[in-house]
């Protein structure tokens, strides 16, 4: 089996490579890579140089162009570099490819997500997810990986065993694959029945991208004790918790946060977990408001939602951290009433664009919780009379 490094106290200094493709805008790219830089960061990497080619497509074998890497090549020799970072899923061969140039550790996006993910894996059912989803991965890359490590045997006569070797790690990858998805089933079964012991509750779920502070308003609305940091996937697993407003109960569920090229083996794994969200009957969207890129970040919240056929729920998009937004675009110069004008103005693009169904607030600093309570307590006293019009819900 290839087996990942023994991780130390150390702070792994890392280079970030990426690919500037068709259609994409140099702007966008420097957004990709600073969420790049924030995903080592999260699993514990400094970020000391950052390369960015533009590209039609990725080479395919080498990623970048020879020029490129021997320029990477050249950065390395002599600094103290433990490792490169590519921000799109490399194949085996690539893996390869790019290693035998630079003389050190290469991992992509996808690899470096799944690290994340182990890392944070606190209950069984998560770290069987993560396992599996790490297993899924490496499979196809095994070929690859084999071919590098023949060439380092060297000689007539090692091609052989090599295969023989690599035939022997699909088939333990293969099974442990498999006696995972059976443990995976074992839990679903669990869990699905956990779920159905909820009763008549009408179920809401908090969803969006990593890091918008979906725990924070967990915690707010719930008024319990979710951990919540400014980290990537502070959240693995499901947390659900009971909630009455005003005499009217429902059950409030934190999931994990969705990312820009999340590997679809993760989607696959976490199946279970995701099913939370395949069963609201609500979905509150929390977006930051204040990031550069939030409305790409909306974009890839509703791609996820539409793979896990759960885009045509009612939604409520809860736009958060307003007050960085201010901060963040706001001058100390600028005149109330111009800010005022660009506050309207932006709420009511989202009005139009989420036919009223949105809500402007900071969970940081509490503005504007009475108003989200509110229009939460209504979606889902209109759901009970819709669903059990003769019937009176008690808690």
Not at 56 to 62: C, E, R, W, Y
Not at 124 to 136: F, H, S
Not at 153 to 160: A, C, K, S, V
Request: with cysteine; net charge neutral.
């Amino acid at each position: 089996m290839i087996e990942k490094q023994q991780k130390t106290n150390k702070q792994e200094r890392v280079i970030l490579v990426g690919v500037i493709q068709k259609e994409q805008t140099i702007e966008q790219v420097n957004e990709y890579m600073d969420e790049l830089a924030f995903l080592a960061e999260t699993a514990g990497a400094l970020t000391v140089k950052r390369f960015t080619q533009k590209l039609q497509h990725p080479d395919s074998k080498t990623f970048v162009g020879k020029g490129k890497l021997e320029e990477i090549k050249n950065y390395i020799e002599g600094r103290n570099i433990d490792m490169v970072i590519f921000d799109d899923e490399l194949t085996g061969s690539q893996l390869v490819n790019i290693e035998k140039v630079l003389g050190i550790p290469i991992i992509d996006r996808s690899d470096l997500i799944l690290d994340i993910f182990a890392s944070r894996a606190r209950t069984a059912q998560a770290k069987v997810q993560v396992e599996l989803a790490q297993y899924q991965y490496i499979l196809p890359r095994l070929k690859g990986m084999w071919k590098h490590l023949e060439r380092q045997g060297g000689g007539i006569g090692t091609r052989g065993p090599g295969e023989t070797e690599i035939e022997t790690d699909r088939r333990i990858v293969k099974d442990k694959i498999s006696l995972l998805r059976k443990k995976l089933g074992e839990i679903d079964k669990q869990s699905f029945t956990q779920r159905k012991e909820r009763g008549e509750l009408i179920r809401v779920s908090l969803v969006g991208y990593t890091n918008v502070g979906k725990s924070t308003i967990m915690n707010l609305l719930s008024k319990s004790d979710v951990f919540a940091e400014n980290k990537l996937f502070a959240t693995l697993d499901t947390t659900t918790r009971k909630v009455v407003f005003e005499a009217t109960p429902f059950l409030l569920s934190d999931t994990v946060g969705f990312i820009r090229k999340l590997p679809h083996h993760l989607i696959e794994s976490f199946k279970s977990t995701l099913d939370e969200v395949r069963e609201a009957d609500i979905l509150l969207h929390v977006v930051d408001i204040a990031h550069p890129q939030y409305e790409d970040q909306i974009g890839t919240v509703n791609k996820t939602l539409q793979d896990l056929k759960a885009f045509d729920k009612p939604v409520l998009t809860i736009f958060n951290k307003m007050d960085l937004y201010e901060k963040r675009y706001f001058d100390e110069w600028l005149h109330s009433e111009v800010k005022q004008d660009i506050l309207l103005e932006l709420k009511e693009k989202w009005v139009n664009n989420t036919d009223n169904n949105c809500v402007f607030i900071s969970a940081l600093e509490r503005k504007n919780i009475d108003e989200l309570r509110a229009v939460i307590l209504n979606k889902v006293r209109d759901i009970y009379q819709i669903r059990y019009p003769y019937k009176t819900i008690h808690y």
